[in-house]
């Protein structure tokens, strides 16, 4: 079964199925974390990221998800904009199940509200993030949406 | 204001302490720190401009500097440093410049490993390279990549305790040419000896058996080290943090209910005596509930398809991804069950806590991936249960109920054992587990009490 994920900081349309929403366990762990002064290295988060996309993915392949996946950042492109030269991001890819991708082009400053609202933090550059986004779609052939 | 820092020496020194034999270099660590604490006191001053000495070592204090002070200070023309984490040539060969004619250096330059194994005068060397290496020992040109590390293997199996003495440090350097964009995934603060996964898998393979043959008692300790640098780990840097005291995380307040944990390797009947003691404190008239915080399902599935490209020692940079992964589940899990419980109960009774993540990370990396950071949301426990079991026993009871699972080895448990062992003191007891049912459960349920009378006094 090919999923289709949809990558777009802007949020998620009515009816996507949101993976990794600013009321999801993921936020509201990073929110628990801050309160508590917690403070990982900027990879830790962006790692975890990456997991968590991961995991959500396989339990959308458990749950026989029918509907378009959303998720609001491309990990590959977290790690290159958070400037992680050395990462777990690749071995993380290889293990989502396959995927039809689709993505939006968002401004630097929607990306960087969105990663707040994720992280409580801002673990990369929210710019850089952007380029290599395009990157990405054009390395992956993705759909523009 | 411009604040001059001598970067330190860094992981290098820590892998190969014989570089730091001359007095000189070993009071510098010392030195360096003291520096820096210094500096980072004055960093409150707006107009203060640090001058980082360049390289790998800089780059390490740099990055600490950028991470760690106020806002302002994150600006970076404040921090000034050459990142050229792939251009370390002469920090790794400190030891040769002490121990003439004993270095070797295999250079890792556009994909061509070439290793120079015949000894040259360090100016004859340099002048037919072309490098600034201070000893290089040529091959035959026709020799490259894997081949003239055998080269190199095969001399150095002529006499290894020489070189190993003399503190030969076979070294990968990835993208020796500046001209090239980095490849290698190696932390910009820190090398590993392999110089990350840019070089082919023979060539590392090589590099390996070199290194064991120099260095059989460290092997395996060095090939955990090159799995952190691949792994994005600085502990350096990491070390920088703690000692200055950056990132410790309040502590989390104590909830009105009480807290009881019981911990122990697998086998050693945690489930058991979790519940019994959660049915005598629901005997006493409390609202009494039991919890798990590590959770089955998809995350368990996927996590453990993570571990398993472990298999045959590939990826062991993933056995740190693992860990966070655990102990962030133990934190979504804190945040999606484990609060509401802790404020709807008079007491909770885990089976296993955060103890049994310190364990698993310490047990498995030899460092803790930033679980004591990530579990602060956490409350500390009011009291927490060891059953201790032998590994032997332990191994016999999983195997009589299931398939085991990759840490369910005598070795990985016997390093939990360990760590959770290290860990009773005051607030956590050892129960030998071997000891009948009632008779543990009897010392709980008298230390609870104890725990509920001082809450509660009479």
Known sequence: VTLALHIDAQGAAADMC?????????????????????????????????????ERLRDCVARQETRRLHAPFWPAALLVAGDVVAHAGDVLASMHPPLRVSWRAVPADVVEQRARGLFGSLPFDPEAYAVELANCAVRGRWAPR | ??????????????????????????????????????????????????AVEPGPRGHA??????????????????????????????????????????????EHEAGVHRAHVAPLQRAAARARTGTTSAWVLPVPADRAGAASLADAHALVAQDPSTFATAGLVPVLLPNAN???????????????????????????????????????????????????????????????????????????????????????????????????????????????????????????????????????????????????????????????????????????????YVQTHFAAGTGRCHWDPFARELLAVYPPADHVFFLDVPVPTALARIGERDARTVDENSYMLGRYRAMLLAMCGEGMTRLDGEAPFAENHQHMCHTVDQVLQRAHPR
Not at chain 2, 13 to 24: K, M, Q, S, V
Not at chain 2, 88 to 106: M, N, S, Y
């Open chain 2, 61 to 106: 204090v740099a990055a600490v500097l950028r991470d760690r002070a106020p806002q302002p200070w994150r600006q970076v023309p404040r921090v000034a440093i050459t990142p050229a984490p792939h251009s370390f040539e002469g920090a790794v060969l400190d030891g040769a410049h002490r121990h003439p004619g004993t270095a070797l250096e295999i």
């Open chain 2, 178 to 352: 500046p001209s090239d964009a980095p490849r290698a995934r190696v932390a910009p603060a820190w090398f590993g000896l392999s110089g990350g996964d840019d070089p082919e898998p023979a060539a590392l393979a090589a590099h390996r058996a070199l290194v064991a043959l120099l260095y059989p008692e460290r092997a395996l300790e060095l090939d955990g080290w090159d799995n952190l640098a691949v792994s994005g780990c600085d502990l350096y840097t990491l070390g920088l943090r703690a000692a200055l005291g950056i990132d410790q995380p309040a502590a989390a307040p104590r909830p009105r209910a009480k807290i009881f944990a019981v911990c122990g390797i697998d086998g050693s009947g945690k489930s058991t005596h979790a519940r019994a003691l959660a049915e005598a404190l629901a005997a006493r008239g409390l609202r009494a509930a039991t919890l798990k915080i590590y959770r089955h399902g998809v995350f368990h599935e996927t996590v453990t398809d993570l571990t398993r490209r472990t298999d045959g020692a590939r990826n062991l940079h993933l056995w740190r991804m693992e860990r966070l992964a655990k102990v962030f589940d133990s934190v979504k899990c804190y945040t999606s069950r484990v609060a509401a419980t802790l404020a709807d109960h008079d007491a909770v009774v885990f089976d296993r």
């Open chain 2, 1 to 50: 204001v411009s604040v001059p820092l001598r970067a330190p020496h860094g992981p290098l020194a820590w892998l190969f302490p014989e570089l730091l034999r001359d007095p000189a270099a070993a009071t510098a660590d010392a030195q360096a720190l003291a520096d820096f604490q210094t500096t980072a006191a004055r960093l409150r001053d707006p107009d203060a401009r640090l």
């Open chain 1, 18 to 54: 949101a993976l990794i929403a600013e009321d999801s366990e993921f936020a509201a762990a990073w929110r628990a974390a801050r309160e508590r002064g917690v403070a990982v290295p900027s990879e830790v988060a962006l790692h975890l990221y990456g997991y968590e996309l991961l």
